[in-house]
């Protein structure tokens, strides 16, 4: 059974995968800005996700996933140097600390797996998009860099999804009006659900021992079809 670190442990994401991988065995330890989340193994509360703010852990990790993410979503002459410098360290810098941090603990497993997470705008241009696909492009860019690096002892993968139903997205589900004109604007005519996420977070960890530098499109195909 594997041991697992969720930074941003508050993730409705990160809440449904623990559930899955605590349910079949696993050990997850969650670290996160907010406490008493009832779903971890153990918890670690942060003010943030900076190297010297992140807790030391003692022994092997087998898993680190780095959740924290934003939707900044403005037209492009609107976004401020703060926006965008704002956004990097919340979805690429504190990825960079997290896996720093913890790449010792990482090498001691035999199975060690990164996950990181991306979006569907990283490689599909989508207006007002900017800041969050100059952030998310990093980090898959980062996911190929390391993989590479570290390929002999950790896998590095990234999932992009496109709209999921979480707290990140709920301005964008929060009417019936809404929540169907996003469905609609996805070929499957669905926003995702934490769950299909969740599995895919879980293959990563454990099953995918044959796959790194990958970046899984977990998005209802909105990035590789489209209708004719
Ligand atoms: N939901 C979507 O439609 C969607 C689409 C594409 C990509 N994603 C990606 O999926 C990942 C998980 O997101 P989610 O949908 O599960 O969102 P969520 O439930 O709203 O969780 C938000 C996450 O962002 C962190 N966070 C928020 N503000 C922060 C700040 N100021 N500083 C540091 N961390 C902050 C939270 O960490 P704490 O635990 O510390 O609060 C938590 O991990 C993100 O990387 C997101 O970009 C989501």
New binding site residues.
Partial sequence: MGIFVFV???????KCSAQLLISSGHEVIGI???ANLAVYTAEHQVT??DLTALPQLEGPIDGLVY?????NLKPFHRITKEEFRSDFE??VE?AIASIQKYLPNLKLSHNASVVL????AAQTGMPFHAS?SIS?GAIESLTKSLASEYASIIRFNAI??????????EKFVSTPEKLEASRQRNPMKKV?D?SE?AEVVSFLLNKATWMTGEILHVDGGLSSTRSI
Wanted: proline share 10%.
């Fill in positions: 941003g442990a508050s993730s409705a994401i990160a996160s800005r907010n943030n996700y959740f924290p993410g934003t939707i919340i979805n504190g997470f991306s979006s569907v969050i998310k992009a999804p496109s709209l999921t139903h979480t707290p990140l997205s995702g934490p996420i």
